[in-house]
């Protein structure tokens, strides 16, 4: 019945439904499909590179995470993808908790001989500052010197442009972040 009602243009739900609508959980992404093969070392290097734009994205939404996925592809789909996905301890935005996080993930579940084509990462179980629960065994202070040094790069990206700060590793011969920064949608901005 709803298929044909659908089909004559009749929905039963309204606007309103559709604005109070609340999903379950909500997660951030990002992809690259790489330029060339990548070997697990340099692989490792544009994962740090995402991890840190996802990030930045997460502190300029004011959001924490408290789970993290990874997707690897592999060059012709030799073996299938790998990754998996692992729960935080604690609910954060601090990069050098999800980068370790991350890193560790990658780590044990990448095949190392194989070339990589594509990489995937997501931030999944986000929740907004007021709702994260602090612990006895994190240090507060820390989270917050982070989270300012943070909110400054995002400050100095937004007024001055993309590449205007970026971290060393970005200046590697591998690194994607540069190039990326001046693509709209994946194409040439000129």
């Not at 606007?15 to 109070?20: G, L």
């Not at 340099?42 to 789970?67: C, G, Y």
């Not at 789909?77 to 692992?86: F, K, M, N, Q, Y």
């Amino acid at each position: 019945t709803l298929l044909i009602d659908h089909s004559k243009g009749i929905e039963p739900c309204t606007i309103k439904d559709i604005k109070k609508y609340k999903p379950k959980s909500n997660s951030i992404s990002s992809s690259q499909i790489l330029f060339e093969n990548y070997t697990y070392y340099n692989a490792r290097l544009v994962l740090k590179e995402m991890v840190d734009n996802l990030v930045l994205e997460l502190i300029k939404k004011n959001l924490f995470t408290k789970s993290i996925h990874l997707g690897i592809g592999y060059t012709d789909d030799v073996i299938p993808s790998t990754g998996g996905s692992r729960k935080l301890e604690v609910s954060t935005n601090q990069y050098s908790i999800l980068l370790n996080n991350m890193l560790s993930l990658f780590d044990k579940t990448t095949d190392k001989d194989e070339l990589i084509r594509r990489i995937y990462i997501s931030f999944g179980t986000l929740s907004c500052d007021s709702s994260r629960q602090l612990d006895l065994f994190h240090n507060f202070n820390d989270n917050k010197k982070e989270e300012k040094l943070e909110r400054t790069i995002n400050s100095i990206k937004n007024k001055y442009g993309k590449n205007s700060i970026l971290r060393a590793i970005s200046y590697e011969d591998k690194a994607t972040q540069k190039l990326r920064n001046k693509l709209i949608g994946g194409h040439n901005a000129n």
